[in-house]
């Protein structure tokens, strides 16, 4: 009867272990190299971190391929769990629950070496910015503190568009992570790096986050989950195994 018994305790437990377990829709656009979309294939440094996370938890990801502006909605009505990789902002934190910090980033200028804008900017505040024609993302985290400023940026679905607006002199800078900008400058204009330079703001440092509507149930379960598991990737040190795979 032992083994009979033993058998029907794994059953039970398996069964346990199934329903325990969830399958998260996670909404993200290109982001190179954070989230990188290939058709309906996504990758990329947080794309991987968080599947990892979530499956040192017991849980499975799927991600979902949509512009920002249809991302970030689809996680406020709830057609997906969450969405990713944002910034903080007040504006978000009033809706949204913030996971912890996935990975650090740094927000910078981008502008074409010879144009308006020159590497002595001083850039303090979002008014700075003021005489410049600037591109930016629908969606963006910049786009109220535009606002706010009284500036009215040139939006586009996606960054990529801005560098070409910015090789072609369309705009004078736009904003973005350091790494996504100099990464699509390579890809878009190959050989052409060094005629694009970058601006820092003092305080641009800033991470990305898992964001989720408060008061969503099944958003509120990955968020403590993709929690625990990020805290289980860094001490085991497979967070910064995942990492040196994109950034050399």
Known sequence: MKPVLALIGAGLA???SNALADNFTITTDDYVPYTIVDGKNVSG?????????LKAEGHTVSFVAAPWARAMSMAESGEATGTMPWFKTPEREEKFL?????IDAKNVIFFR???KLTKDLAWESYADLSPYRMGGVIGYWYVEGFKKAGIKPQLVKRDEQNVKKLDAERIDAFITDELVGRALIKKIFPGKEDQFDTVEKPDSAAALYVIVRK???AGETMVAS???GLLKLKESGELDQIVAKYVR
């Open 14 to 16: 398996l069964v346990a």
């Open 226 to 228: 993709l929690n625990a």
């Open 45 to 53: 440094v947080v794309t991987d971190i968080v599947a990892a996370a």
């Open 98 to 102: 913030y996971s912890e910090a996935v």
């Open 215 to 217: 008061g969503n149930a």
């Open 113 to 115: 070496k010879g144009g």
